[in-house]
């Protein structure tokens, strides 16, 4: 019996020396392993970002351990407590709030871990619980400024468009209180008024990022008595999408039995231009069709391999503090009016991916 037993404790220990020589070096087919929290997956973005994120980690031979928590914030707790007993301790996180990032920065904190926050602006808090804490995602007030861009183009080409620098918009509000609704708005609104524009919302619809409830919300306003608009803006894809279906039922095209023919050469078959934001396979098919005007590219892809590269740069160097990504991203410079780049002291911690304004 002795005997057994020193045979299994030498194999255990030979096994054991195994293990260590296969995590020796950064090419030697190892397979690291990171954990990917993400608040759903069903989102258009969101399903790209998690491609995104399966390709960063074929590339790098990275194993990823990816949960959707469906939007609940107390099962994403959880999935992150169920990685950490199961000894992940790097983590990409899409958070299903910016209020739960400081509990979740903490909690991977205590275990020696590293966390990069992306799409959902972390809190300050959640960055200042260590320097191993990075946020990696595209500035929303840019995508607003961006839509104000490709509007103010629209007017500049048919001044008659806006009598007097005046935009009259319908504007539709994602979900109240997330950080894209809260910045794309006021990005789009003090970028049409720094160009000149008198801005006047007529309607503020919330859709929640919904193509069906926004074309239900639009339908029911077009429908009752309405002041006249001039530009119809949308802080997704999804949500323009929507507004454009409810425009073309309502007769707001330049020919009604050629709903996708611009006839008066503005660049859009609609009566008005319609804005969104993601530049998502439906956007870009919109806009192929003449009825969506713009969209902002936000590329799930980039921002997904950034925060990939930046927690492997954890993983691997021990530190992300001072790292450039393979794509040339690296840490801002400068202070925002957006969180977290409004603090001087995080923003060598905030990684910031453009976004990019497309029309036709």
């Given amino acids: 019996m002795m005997q057994i037993k020193r045979y299994m404790a030498l194999a255990l220990l030979g096994a054991g020396l195994l293990a260590l020589a296969g995590c020796q070096g950064k090419n030697d087919g190892r397979t690291e392993v990171v954990g990917a929290l993400l608040?759903?997956?069903?989102?258009?973005?969101?399903?790209?970002?998690?491609?995104?994120?399966?390709?960063?980690?074929?590339?790098?031979?990275?194993?990823?351990?990816?949960?959707?928590?469906?939007?609940?914030?107390?099962?994403?707790?959880?999935?992150?407590?169920?990685?950490?007993?199961?000894?992940?301790?790097?983590?990409?996180?899409?958070?299903?709030?910016?209020?739960?990032?400081?509990?979740?920065?903490?909690?991977?904190?205590?275990?020696?871990?590293?966390?990069?926050?992306?799409?959902?602006?972390?809190?300050?808090?959640?960055?200042?619980?260590?320097?191993?804490?990075?946020?990696?995602?595209?500035?929303?007030?840019?995508?607003?400024?961006?839509?104000?861009?490709?509007?103010?183009?629209?007017?500049?080409?048919?001044?008659?468009?806006?009598?007097?620098?005046?935009?009259?918009?319908?504007?539709?509000?994602?979900?109240?209180?997330?950080?894209?609704?809260?910045?794309?708005?006021?990005?789009?609104?003090?970028?049409?008024?720094?160009?000149?524009y008198t801005v006047n919302l007529l309607t503020e619809i919330g859709a929640n990022w919904s193509s069906s409830s926004a074309r239900q919300s639009l339908d029911l306003w077009l429908e009752e008595d309405h002041p006249a608009f001039n530009a119809v803006i949308a802080q997704n894809d999804e949500m323009a999408l929507g507004a454009v279906e409810s425009l073309v039922k309502h007769g707001y095209v330049d020919n009604s039995a050629f709903p996708t023919r611009d006839s008066d050469g503005d660049g859009t078959a609609l009566s008005v231009p319609v804005v969104g934001v993601d530049a998502t396979e439906g956007g870009r098919a919109s806009l192929a069709n003449n009825q969506l005007y713009g969209t902002v590219l936000q590329d799930a892809a980039l921002q997904a391999e950034t925060a990939l590269e930046l927690v492997l740069a954890c993983m691997r160097n021990g530190s992300a503090q001072g790292f450039t990504t393979s794509s040339g991203i690296s840490a801002a410079k400068d202070v925002t009016k957006e969180d977290p780049l409004t603090d001087r002291s995080l923003i060598n911690q905030c990684f910031i991916v453009p976004f990019l304004p497309i029309k036709k």
């Fill in 39 to 196: 608040r759903n997956d069903y989102e258009p973005f969101l399903k790209d970002y998690k491609a995104g994120l399966e390709a960063a980690a074929a590339k790098n031979n990275v194993t990823l351990k990816i949960y959707s928590s469906n939007n609940d914030a107390a099962i994403q707790i959880d999935q992150l407590k169920t990685l950490l007993l199961n000894g992940v301790k790097h983590f990409v996180i899409i958070a299903y709030n910016t209020d739960l990032t400081e509990q979740m920065a903490k909690i991977i904190g205590s275990q020696g871990g590293a966390a990069v926050f992306s799409n959902i602006i972390p809190s300050k808090e959640a960055l200042r619980v260590g320097k191993d804490f990075f946020y990696a995602s595209s500035p929303e007030t840019d995508a607003g400024a961006f839509q104000a861009q490709i509007l103010d183009g629209y007017f500049k080409s048919h001044p008659e468009k806006a009598p007097g620098k005046r935009v009259n918009a319908v504007y539709f509000n994602g979900e109240y209180g997330h950080p894209a609704q809260i910045y794309r708005r006021i990005g789009v609104v003090e970028g049409l008024e720094k160009l000149g």
